[in-house]
T-cell receptor, first 112, second 111 residues
Framework: GENVEQHPSTLSVQEGDSAVIKCTYS??????FPWYKQELGKGPQLIID?????GEKKDQRIAVTLNKTAKHFSLHITETQPEDSAVYFC???????????FGTGTSLTVIP | SQTIHQWPATLVQPVGSPLSLECTVE??????LYWYRQAAGRGLQLLFY??????ISSEVPQNLSASRPQDRQFILSSKKLLLSDSGFYLC??????????FGSGTRLTVV
């Protein structure tokens, strides 16, 4: 089965700096990679995703990159703000699959 | 638009009592439905998923069970709760090739 590893487990950055979270996956057939943000006491929310036919996707201050050869993908948050503080999860799945395989999460703290 | 409802938001139950958590989805048909548990505020552990009415797949042996009596209803149950069943329970729906949508979660404390 798929194995998704996520690093770092905790990350602290100064407001305005960039944050990068990295994930690796093991199943070369995985072709869909979403990222979730979970605020304290709430369910995770999808913030950005990328499919295997694309190397990079950007949405305002958030971007995701994918390297299929190396089987890793990353979340980039620029100009971080205190409201970006949350736990972030990466995940991997197949288009035809019924399951997502989640990373273990990264707790991001943006220091004002 | 699709929405997912999960209740209750918080629950405190004594050891040995039964449990029933309900999740319903609106605005879509034949969704895949999932129950996750999150302990210590971090990792997401898949407990059960269902691809259709009456079809339940269990990921880990445990004190819990799940049922899908209707297309858009998913229920998580236990006959007798253990202390170790405490945690944050999340329902989600999705389809292959697209992201999950999670419910708002239920904080279960077994005392």
């Amino acid at each position: 089965g798929e194995n998704v590893e996520q690093h770092p487990s905790t990350l602290s950055v100064q407001e305005g700096d960039s944050a990068v979270i990295k994930c690796t996956y093991s199943d070369s057939a995985s072709n869909y990679f979403p990222w979730y943000k979970q605020e304290l006491g709430k369910g995770p929310q999808l913030i950005i995703d990328i499919r295997s036919n694309v190397g990079e996707k950007k949405d305002q201050r958030i971007a995701v990159t994918l390297n299929k050869t190396a089987k890793h993908f990353s979340l980039h948050i620029t100009e971080t703000q205190p409201e970006d503080s949350a736990v972030y999860f990466c995940a991997a799945s197949r288009n035809t699959g019924n399951q997502f395989y989640f990373g273990t999460g990264t707790s991001l703290t943006v220091i004002p | 638009s699709q929405t997912i409802h999960q209740w209750p938001a918080t629950l405190v139950q004594p050891v040995g009592s039964p449990l029933s958590l309900e999740c319903t989805v609106e605005g879509t048909s034949n969704p895949n439905l999932y129950w996750y548990r999150q302990a210590a505020g971090r990792g997401l552990q898949l407990l059960f998923y269902s691809v259709g009415i009456g079809q339940i797949s269990s990921e880990v042996p445990q004190n819990l069970s799940a049922s899908r009596p209707q297309d858009r209803q998913f229920i998580l149950s236990s006959k007798k709760l253990l202390l170790s069943d405490s945690g944050f329970y999340l329902c989600a729906w999705g389809r292959g090739g697209s992201g999950y949508t999670f419910g708002s979660g239920t904080r279960l404390t077994v005392v």
